[in-house]
């Protein structure tokens, strides 16, 4: 992630790599609309590409859709357009499905949203329900047709756990025979209609965004729109909203100015209007401190 601030600690971090900016930087603008943001957002990547020159990029990691720093969903034809540039290149693209796999967005994995097949998928989270911990990484038909024929000598001490291997099987199965993909995609309709509401009474609210049941609330500090918290800062209320959330019994991430709405998989109606009834409440603490 360009210019995250969880990673400046333990800078320098890996050589090699060229960070690139997400189609919805956090200031900069590459348009108004989806179609708009798409064309220049794939100019300017692949006048990165042409800059670092493109036999000596192996693969673009991206994920399909940016979690913790918003819930950023690709705009339309973006990831088609991406897998189409890469392929012309002899890039690889690497899809972290990590939070947004295994039914989040209301599909089985986010990239499907864009009518397109990564190159490598990793995933972990969803893939076991977080009873064990896990991560996979799946490869193309191709990808896998070399290490058949090439021996890749490594391993990892774990590799291939049988017990997390049996734990991810029954949380698959789960996902699948309780149709949970499908609880995703109804539910969230019925956050956006919850989030709708919120932004409409509460005069903190920025803007808000959800693909399936990954989603999150912008708050602002005044009329003009700007953000409650800035890049890498705080602000009191964020505390007390948390607080607030959790004394009420509901968990979720505050992050920067954002308040996280990524429930259980499981969630129905009821749940949800408790949830959002809470959150509606707490933001009165946040209209509180707005300026004018």
Known sequence: RPGDPRR????????????????????????????????????YLEEIIQYEGPKSIAAMFIETVTGTNGILPPPKGYLKGLRELLTKHGILLVCDEVMCGWGRTGKLFAFEHGDIVPDICTMAKGLTSSY???????????????FRDNTFPGGLTYNAHPLCLSCALAAINVIIDEKLVENSAHMGLVMDRHMRRLAAKHRCVREHR?????????????????RLVPYAGT???????????????????????LVMCNPPLTINEQQMAESFDIIDRGLDLVDAVFEE
């Open 132 to 146: 064990l911990p896990l991560g996979v990484m799946a490869v193309s038909d191709p990808i896998a047709q070399h």
């Open 8 to 43: 400046w600690p333990t800078e320098p971090g890996m050589p090699g790599v060229v960070r690139v900016m997400d189609p919805r930087p956090y200031e900069f603008s590459f348009g108004t609309t989806d179609e708009e943001i798409t064309k220049n957002n794939l100019i």
């Open 235 to 257: 602000h009191p209320v964020m505390g007390q909203l948390g607080k607030f959330l959790r004394d009420n019994g509901l968990f979720t991430l505050l992050q920067l100015n």
């Open 210 to 226: 959800n693909i399936g049941l990954f989603g999150t609330i912008e708050l602002r500090k005044n009329a003009k729109g700007d």
